[in-house]
């Protein structure tokens, strides 16, 4: 069975560009997760979509960030326009139920010059 | 509220046990869990435990959960090189995780 998977796996960008992160959670997972860990932080919780709904995004940072999941299939997470403060790396995590542990994606490393 | 802490390092020698602990602050968490993220990999779920459990055993891994002082613990037994890399407890607030900020345990021969 396949895992988590997320592309780019590395993304450099100059301030003020679009980037588009996608990731494609493992088949049959309803629940997909976004987190970021940004340069000597924590890992920190973006938000969660069960199936195609946003069940919570209170993580999201600003307006900057749009996370979609149309068909409740893979996910892209959107930022426009990047700022240096975004760059981090950006984890994409699912599971098939919510409570029991979540499989992460190998991440997308984000730099913002 | 959110707030995972876990010591930033730990330096074992090969073949001895090697104990990372975690203390939380949100006592709702229900699921508690360790994760190991090796260099340019992703973070790897390597175990959890539930809130109303105090130990889980799993192979060379054993965690030990205190809930009343809020205090978890990851023993890896025997440990070997390939354990070298990064260790995150985390707790679970409803569907989110919040994580700590990582062990990096590094282990010499």
């Known amino acids: 069975e396949a895992g988590v998977t997320q592309f780019p796996s590395h993304s450099v960008i100059e301030k003020g560009q679009t980037v588009t992160l996608r990731c494609d959670p493992i088949?049959?997972?309803?629940?997909l997760y976004w987190y970021r860990r940004v340069m000597g932080k924590e890992i920190k919780f973006l938000l969660h979509f069960v199936k195609e709904s946003k069940q919570d995004e209170s993580g999201m940072p600003n307006n900057r960030f749009l996370a979609e999941r149309t068909g409740g299939t893979y996910s892209t997470l959107k930022v426009q326009p990047a700022e240096l403060e975004d760059s981090g790396v950006y984890f994409c995590?699912?599971?098939?139920?919510?409570?029991?542990?979540?499989?992460f994606g190998p991440g997308t490393r984000l730099l913002v010059l | 509220g959110e707030d995972v802490e876990q010591s930033l390092f730990l330096s074992v020698r090969e073949g001895d046990s090697s104990v990372i602990n975690c203390t939380y602050t949100d006592s709702s968490s229900t699921y508690l869990y360790w994760y190991k993220q090796e260099p340019g990999a992703g973070l790897q779920l390597l175990t959890y435990i539930f809130s109303n459990m105090d130990m889980k055993q799993d192979q060379r891994l054993t965690v030990l959960l205190n809930k009343k002082d809020k205090h978890l613990s990851l023993r890896i037994a025997d440990t070997q090189t390939g354990d070298s890399a990064i260790y995150f407890c985390a707790e679970s607030i409803k569907a989110k995780l919040s994580f700590g900020a990582g062990t990096t345990v590094t282990v010499r021969a």
């Open positions: 995590a699912s599971s098939q139920v919510v409570r029991g542990g979540q499989y």
């Open positions: 088949s049959g997972h309803d629940n």
